[in-house]
């Protein structure tokens, strides 16, 4: 069995009323159904006194809060929970559905350009670009949701342009030039808000997007031992991937809803 060149965009396998159909979105979109199948068949209704499926999820849930918690903060953690951890459950399956039987090797295979092209059925869905910058653009859709309902437009721009000492507490001649580089640390800090999604989403997608060209080369090797220690190590990077890309959006959130009010500071 020899390689073949993995494509770094999601191929079309069809299309429904003009909107294209790839093989990623399929993945994922089959694999949401089945995560939400398996939570409704094993847990079932939620119990007072919980079986035994009902209380590994909660025990789950409990140590994802423990996790987020103090990054966010106790007054955000009931706001943001959902969809942090929505985001690491979701991301961390996703990831490893890549190393399921079938994903990445059953399809059709064609040539172009001197080289073997194989259109599989099911990618990976974070080796798409497109899927890794939409989960990039949801993060930052909802950090400036919680900005401005938890800090406020003012509260936002004063946390970031203004200066952080008080006018009296040093002579003039140091506060007004402090005043002045506080201002532009606050520029930079914009536009290091607004590559956040992009970093996010390239992030993820290159190192997922790495791994699957890493098992589909060793994979077409002839020692067929040879690609397991490389699975259980795309086991390890699925779940930092997951772990990282949460975190971060939890450590944006918590930056810039976190600061403390007049009221508390008194």
């Known amino acids: 069995m020899g390689n073949f060149n993995v494509s770094p965009s999601a191929y079309q396998l069809f299309d429904i009323g003009g909107f294209p159909i790839t093989n990623s979105f399929v993945m994922s979109l089959g694999v949401s159904i089945v995560m939400a199948l398996v939570v409704w068949f094993w847990v079932g209704q939620p119990r007072l006194r919980p079986n035994r499926a009902q209380g590994t999820l909660e025990v789950l849930l409990e140590g994802l809060q423990g996790?987020?918690?103090?990054?966010?903060?106790?007054?955000?953690?009931?706001?943001?929970?959902?969809l942090l951890m929505s985001f690491f459950i979701f991301i961390l399956i996703q990831n490893w559905s890549g190393l399921l039987p079938g994903v990445g090797t059953v399809g059709i295979v064609d040539m172009e350009e001197g080289q073997r092209h194989l259109t599989y059925f099911l990618r990976p869905p974070n080796t798409d670009l497109t899927n890794a910058v939409a989960l990039g653009i949801i993060s930052f859709t909802a950090w400036i949701f919680y900005v401005l309902k938890y800090a406020g437009i003012g509260g936002f721009i004063k946390e970031t342009f203004g200066s952080k000492i008080k006018k009296g507490e040093v002579p003039a001649a140091i506060f007004y030039p402090m005043c002045v580089l506080f201002?532009?640390?606050?520029?930079?800090?914009?536009?290091?808000?607004?590559?956040?999604?992009?970093?996010?989403?390239?992030?993820?997608?290159?190192?997922?997007?790495?791994?699957?060209?890493?098992?589909?080369?060793?994979?077409?090797?002839?020692?067929?031992?040879?690609p397991i220690p490389i699975y259980f190590m795309e086991l390890m990077v699925g779940l930092v991937q997951a772990f990282v890309f949460t975190m971060l959006t939890a450590v944006y959130i918590g930056l810039a809803c976190n600061h403390p009010t007049e009221e508390t500071e008194h």
């Open 67 to 82: 996790m987020f918690k103090p990054v966010v903060g106790e007054r955000l953690l009931p706001a943001t929970f959902p």
């Open 183 to 226: 201002f532009l640390v606050g520029c930079i800090e914009i536009v290091s808000i607004l590559i956040r999604p992009v970093s996010l989403a390239f992030r993820l997608f290159g190192n997922m997007f790495g791994g699957e060209n890493l098992v589909n080369n060793i994979s077409g090797m002839v020692l067929w031992l040879l």
